[in-house]
């Protein structure tokens, strides 16, 4: 008998472009169906068909607090009563602003746009404008949402479907040329290559914009040399610093990857956690660059939704939870704790396997050391992921489904949760081995 869940992609990719509204979740990588799902509660995840999961995606990170928490939906549902919109300010995004500038002291000032895609575009914009530059620079691998001048070199499902990444080519057909030719790519980690760029061309460069900690080819870690050469030169450029940090903000620490590595950008983009699971993006900085904004600058941005009350509602209840003493450490060491079953499984079952880990995000590669960049991170064994994966899924573990996405956990990930993981794992490793 077909399932429900069969019954509705195949229904949904007559209407809808490979069956799916963002390219990743098309299991075009893994192969298979893609999972449609009705409920989520906590850490868990149940099918249209009633399969119960385990999700090692929240949603690709905003789910931090775990699915449905009840102070979230309970706050949305009193907000929602209010109007769902009324494209003017409220007091809503006031207390986001304060709260934003409380935890990311770096954003001076902020203003709240619908997702990540438009964070960053508009944090390039005002770099730009508060420059008088057009030159970007980005690193390999890096994914920064799917605006034109960013997609070189990108990663995450531009990685995933294999798409045209050489230098100075656009990953994605639709994007002119000329647009792309602005956007010089780096590798990341590679401080040589940074100082040699800066050496070259320094002054005519606007912005860097850099993942701190990347989640978009997998989990690549930063080394804090590089990052502190990057902050050094851009400060004696006078090129814009941009953190995007809408993956990593308030995910691997509190105040984000710059508190994590003690580095200061210039601005940072923010998104997924600050809407708790609704549409909410950011950008923010130094006051004098972000006084270049209209109204009262000559570079202009603007959205109908934008500070959205109920999207704010979620995120600003999101964003109380995290602020509970301990949060980030249990986070931290609920995730390394996940990390270390999957290592030791590996090993014992003979598997060329390695994985990390920074607060609640983590990455696992079938390679013998974890990357540390784009070239490092192709090298790894994308057959093995897929078979992984796969077995995991029968099993009601939900991973991200491509070897080049990190994995996310939730306060609401239990030791049971972690436990069940583990076991489902050392299936798998057995199977891959058995192959
Ligand atoms: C680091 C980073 N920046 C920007 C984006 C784009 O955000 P959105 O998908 O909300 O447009 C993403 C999305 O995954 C991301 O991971």
Known sequence: MTSLNQTLFEKSSKLIPGGVNSPVRAFRSVGGTPIFFKKGLGSKLWDVDGKEYID???????????HAHPDVIKAVQEVAANSLSFGAPTGLELEMAELINKLVPS??????????TEATM??????????????????????????????VKAGSGLLTFGKSNQLGVPSSAGVPAEVAAHTLTLEYNNTQSLKDLFAQMGDE?????????????????PTQEFLQTLRALCTKHGAVLIFDEVMTGFRVALGGAQALYNIKPDMTTLGKVIGGGLPVGAFGGRKDIMQCLAPLGAVYQAGTLSGNPVAVTAGLETLKLIQAPDFHAKLTAQTKKLVDGLKAAAAEAGVVFS??????M?????SEKCPTSFNEVMQSNKDHFNQFFHSMLDS??????????????????????IAFTIDAAKKAFKLLVAH
């Open 56 to 66: 090692y995606i929240n949603s690709w990170g905003p789910m931090i607090v775990g």
């Open 355 to 360: 994985a990390q880990s920074v607060g609640g």
């Open 107 to 116: 954003m001076e000032q902020v203003r709240l746009v619908s997702s990540g």
């Open 122 to 151: 508009s944090a390039i914009r005002v770099a730009r404008g508060f420059t008088g530059r057009n030159k970007l620079v980005k690193f390999e691998g890096c994914y920064h949402g799917h605006s034109d001048a960013l997609l």
């Open 396 to 417: 009601g573990i939900y991973l991200g489904p491509s070897a080049f996405e990190a994995g996310f956990v939730s306060a609401a990930h239990t030791d049971e949760d």
């Open 205 to 221: 460069i606007a912005c860097v914009i850099i993942e701190p900690v990347v989640g978009n080819m997998n989990l690549i870690v």
């Open 362 to 366: 983590f990455g696992i590669y079938f």
